[in-house]
């Protein structure tokens, strides 16, 4: 396969070349599948329509673009390796020729890692001591075994400040109150886990907090470009995440825009400044693992990866070890960092 590597200034490459049609036709009978279950046809049930009905309501060039996407995403990891490319985020791909019985024209737009000169980390990790987790007191444990109450009467916690009424008598603190929420026999029982879950959600905090510090302190003694597709790509990832609370909450992304009297590209614009911190974030995260050959194995990201898909069905596979493999990365990272 024909396919040239051109580089471009702030870290991008780009990959031209042409797919053969024999290598391409490999994929119709998966894209014309996908396609003819998504036909609606009176009198068959959906993902039931014989073939032959199927294929005169796909249009051709729509069964070519799937094709296309197919075919590119099957040799993208190819190109990569062959060239010994390091790339980071997604790549943008744009088809410049495609016809049936015609070799399949494209280019592939993507960010390589920047050259990073790393300061010295482990003494910048070593420079910053870790804090204790201030203790949970009684006052503490109150506050939750009170908006256990609210919840389990109104179905919701009383933001602070707010005293409106209801009309249900919150429940009394009882052994019965407690066995409601799980195995516990009495109050005590029930406070002193929820004494336990305060105490790990502080310490947490805390070393999350330092762990932060250490980045921050880092990276300010690097000095690098960001790419600009890698930058574009934290913010989508920003504004997807947004969406996926929108959804959890029972809107719709059009309805919370409107809201907010604001566009999708106008949320891009202002999440860029965070986007290119995460990303520079990263980058750092990516260069030291490089160097310190703190990278998961094989087998550690499948099994993480698993563990995704069971708590989301629908996920892309390669998506989930890609952000399997990131997460367990950063975490190895990270704990050499604080000397561990």
């Known amino acids: ?23 391409m036709s490999a994929f119709e009978d998966t894209a014309f599948k996908k396609l003819a279950d998504q036909v609606h046809i009176d009198g068959f049930r959906p993902g039931n329509v014989p073939a032959d009905i199927a294929r ?36 943008e791909v744009a088809i410049t020729k495609i016809a049936r019985d015609n070799p399949l024209g494209f280019t592939i737009t993507t960010a390589v890692v920047p050259t990073i000169e790393l300061p010295d980390y482990k003494k910048i990790g070593a420079s910053i001591a870790p804090e204790e987790a201030a203790d949970v007191t009684s006052p503490d444990v109150d506050k939750v ?41 009495t109050v005590e029982d029930l406070r002193a886990k929820v004494r336990e879950n305060l105490m790990q959600e502080a310490e947490h905090a805390v070393k999350d907090k330092r762990r932060v510090r250490i980045m921050e302190d880092i990276i300010k003694e690097t000095n690098f470009d960001v790419p600009e597709i890698l930058i574009n790509s934290e913010a989508e990832k920003m504004f997807a995440q947004i969406e996926a609370d929108v959804a959890r909450s029972g809107g719709t992304i059009d309805d919370y825009l409107a809201s907010i ?80």
């Open 1 to 23: 396969m024909k396919h040239t590597v051109t580089q471009k200034p702030n870290s991008l490459i780009e990959i031209s070349g042409e797919i053969p049609w024999s290598e």
């Open 56 to 91: 005169k309501h796909v249009p051709d060039h729509i069964l070519l673009a799937d094709m296309a996407e197919l075919a590119i995403n099957d040799m993208y990891p190819k190109f990569i390796s062959e060239n010994t490319l390091d790339v980071i985020g997604r790549p």
């Open 145 to 185: 075994i009170e908006n256990l109450r609210q919840m389990r009467a109104y179905g919701h916690v009383h933001a602070e400040g707010d005293e409106h009424a209801h009309e249900q008598a919150l429940p009394e603190v009882t052994d019965e109150f407690a066995q409601s929420f799980g195995n516990f026999k």
């Open 261 to 340: 009297k604001k566009t999708k590209a106008e949320l891009l614009i202002e999440f860029k400044p965070e986007a290119e911190k995460r990303a520079r974030f990263q980058l750092v995260l990516h260069a030291i693992a490089r160097k310190e050959q703190a990278l998961p194995t094989e087998a550690e990201v499948e099994t993480e990866a698993q563990k995704y898909m069971a708590m989301y069905p629908g996920a892309d596979l390669n998506r989930t070890r890609a952000y399997a493999d990131m997460v367990l990365t950063n975490e190895k990272v990270l704990q050499l960092l604080e000397g561990k």
